[in-house]
């Protein structure tokens, strides 16, 4: 006899009453278990059982336990009972079964696969416990085996049932996590693998569309349909150390293949490309002919220091890649990628408690008049004092605060900061003209609050003048402006404030629509500007950001458009004659300067006037008179703005 452990397990307690010994020797040594009735009931019970001494030992056995063996229960008295049911296959079980021997573990269970003489497998539980009800092992062990190769049989079964797909016949999410968190365990690299792990997380493309217009039975078809595919795949992609890859489905469309000791991202890479080619060709169902796609998230790395937690992140991450990447694609896992996405997750998360805590800032860029030089008035830009990622400009979290609505309250506290800090330079220089603040609006601060009840609260609290401040909305967001947010424009033109439009020239362009709006301003996007000749670029100008302040002359050239100029001498034009001021953004040279003031733009923005600064900057220059040279806060304006860089 030989088998297999499952360890040992607590025994049952046993009807002693009902046990005994047809061998003289033993009876003589346990009186009770003597008599005739007992020795009959011991030969004909249909549990299997043998009496052992306590040197393990079988005294005698029954009918029952012969048969299940295969031999003659005569033949196994003397023989080690520990051999018969495979005792000794395990440290463990070893050392409980000696334990009960000494009479210092009251009983053990275990369960074992026996292999017969003639090549039948059976599954047993097998229980040793003493004979005497007083648990002394002295006077003898009872051991007892119960055939339970059916139930282990169903329990299978069952197992399968529940650890497989019923459509696709594929293991199901709870197998592939039980064979991955297998695959990460220590061992299972320390004798040959290769130490590392790979998956393939894909996601059918199109399938709910399929699935709502041709019903759940054509859908589950199509799911069967790849899963046969799937699996051929990973037949074919069958590698000789780690075998056929596993193939499971953990959801709805959603696949899975577990490459365990991988070789390398270019194994995995060319899987996820054979499973895209296999997805290629049509399926044949119900008469129908389906096309389908998938997307591939693809994540290899070493399995130390891997959760099944982490990788599945991982791969469902890079899975999300690829369809906002095009999808019918597979995309491999970028950990720098992946850092810029947690970061932003820890910007989202910190937006809404950072207001409360008053970490946010506002810096201001004049706005200066392209005839005089002097400023006119500011744009108010958002700068964020992170406490672990130093200060971040307003392109790193102002998309974050539109999508979770943290938007509201933070342009409420700005338009509130902005228009307090107007008023303080107004009452500052009561002998200059005032200049005006220019605050960027987001179209969700229209939908989600009273933009106009929050604007006359504002200029009512600091008693700034309407006409001293100025909303910027993006050129997509007021040309698509209808129902409400096209009201709240018109009630704040009605008020005094004035309404810019930034960006002009990059988004719909809607000049029919334009005149129907209540704009005053459009701001010129800065990609015209640039575009501008640079024949004077490097007489008083300053470099814009990013720029290379060693360029060759000849770059310059190359990269200007002539066509930019006559295009915004052509807007500046009309918006004049639709009674609109025109302010180009992004001005950095003299001689851009000076092309925009010969073709009539009104006022500028840039560098070549001022980096956004600090208040009590804009507060020298207003006090200097309001004029500047390049690379100072010489601009006649100044927006507050949380779209702006």
């Known amino acids: 006899m030989n088998g297999t452990s499952e360890g040992p397990a607590p025994a049952a307690d046993l009807d002693r009453s009902a046990v005994t010994d047809s061998d003289n020797h033993l009876a003589s040594r346990t009186p009770c278990t003597g008599s005739p009735a007992y020795r009959s009931a011991f030969t004909a019970a249909p549990l299997a059982m043998a009496v052992v001494d306590t040197e393990g030992l079988v005294v005698g056995a029954n009918a029952s336990l012969g048969a299940l063996l295969g031999t003659d229960p005569a033949a196994l008295a003397g023989s080690p009972a520990a051999d018969l049911v495979d005792l000794a296959s395990d440290a463990g079980t070893w050392h409980a079964y000696r334990e009960v021997l000494r009479g210092r573990q009251p009983r053990l269970r275990c369960t074992r696969r026996l292999k017969r003489a003639d090549g039948h497998s059976l599954w047993v539980q097998v229980t040793v416990a003493p004979l005497a009800e007083s648990g002394d092992a002295q006077e003898g062990l009872l051991l007892s085996v119960a055939d339970i190769s059916a139930r282990r049989e169903l329990q299978a079964r069952l197992r399968h049932l529940q650890m497989h797909d019923p459509v696709t016949r594929l293991p199901n999410r709870a ?26 997380y894909l996601d059918l493309d199109g399938f709910k569309a399929i699935n709502d217009t041709l019903g759940h039975r054509v859908g589950d078809r199509l799911l069967a349909a790849v899963a046969e595919r799937l699996t051929r795949c990973a037949e074919d992609a069958a590698h000789a150390r780690s075998g056929a890859p596993l193939v499971a489905r953990l959801g709805g469309d959603e696949f899975a ?19 895209l080619t296999a997805l290629q060709a049509p399926f044949e169902l119900a008469d129908r002919r389906l096309s389908v796609t998938a997307s591939v998230g693809v994540v ?17 991450t890079t899975l999300y890649w690829a369809k906002a990447d095009g999808r019918a694609r597979w995309t491999l896992f970028d950990p720098e990628r992946n850092a810029n996405r947690m970061t932003r997750q820890a910007l989202a998360a910190t937006l809404r408690p950072a207001i409360e805590r008053g ?15 002097r400023v006119r008035g500011v744009e108010a830009l958002i700068r964020w004092n992170h406490p672990q990622f130093g200060v971040l400009a307003p392109n790193r979290f102002i998309a974050l605060a539109e999508e979770d609505g943290s938007i509201v309250p933070l342009g ?11 008023r303080r330079w107004q009452l500052a220089h009561p002998d200059d003209p005032p200049i005006f603040v220019s605050v960027n609006v987001a179209v969700r601060q229209v939908w989600d609050s009273d933009l106009v009840a929050d604007v ?43 309404i810019a439009i930034d960006d002009f020239g990059t988004g719909y362009s809607n000049l029919a629509y334009l005149s129907r709006l209540p704009v005053s301003v459009l701001k010129l996007d800065g990609a015209f500007v640039r575009g501008f000749q640079y024949d004077g670029a490097r007489d008083g100008g300053i470099q814009g950001a990013g720029e290379d302040t060693d360029a060759d002359p000849a770059a310059d050239a190359a990269s200007a458009n002539p066509a930019d100029e006559v295009i915004v001498e052509a807007m500046v034009q009309l918006a004049h004659r639709l009674g609109l001021t025109v302010t180009a953004e992004c001005v950095e040279t003299s001689d851009q300067a000076t092309r925009l003031r010969r073709i009539g733009c009104d006022t500028g923005q840039g560098w070549l006037y001022s980096r956004p600064v600090a208040p009590d900057r804009i507060s020298a220059l207003l006090g200097a008179g309001g004029h500047g040279a390049a690379g100072t806060a010489g601009a006649a304006g100044i927006q507050a703005g949380v779209g702006n860089p």
């Open 456 to 498: 006359a609260a504002t200029l009512e609290e600091t008693g700034l003048a309407p006409h001293l401040l100025q909303l910027e909305l993006t050129e997509s967001a007021v040309m698509g402006s209808a129902g409400r947010p096209l009201q709240a424009l018109k009630a704040l033109s009605d008020m005094g404030v004035h």
């Open 257 to 275: 293949l577990l490459v365990e000791d991988s070789t390398g991202t270019d194994q995995l890479a060319e899987l996820a490309e054979s499973v």
């Open 175 to 200: 197998l592939f996590f039980e064979r991955l968190t297998a695959a990460l365990e220590a061992e299972s690299h320390e004798h040959g693998g290769t130490g590392r792990i790979g998956v393939c």
């Open 412 to 422: 409420r506290w700005i338009l509130r900061t902005a228009c307090h800090q107007a």
């Open 359 to 373: 970490e946010f800032a506002l810096e201001y860029q004049p706005l200066v008049g392209m005839e005089d030089g």
């Open 300 to 316: 290899e790395r070493h399995t130390v220091g891997t959760t099944p937690t982490a990788l599945m992140q991982a791969a469902d």
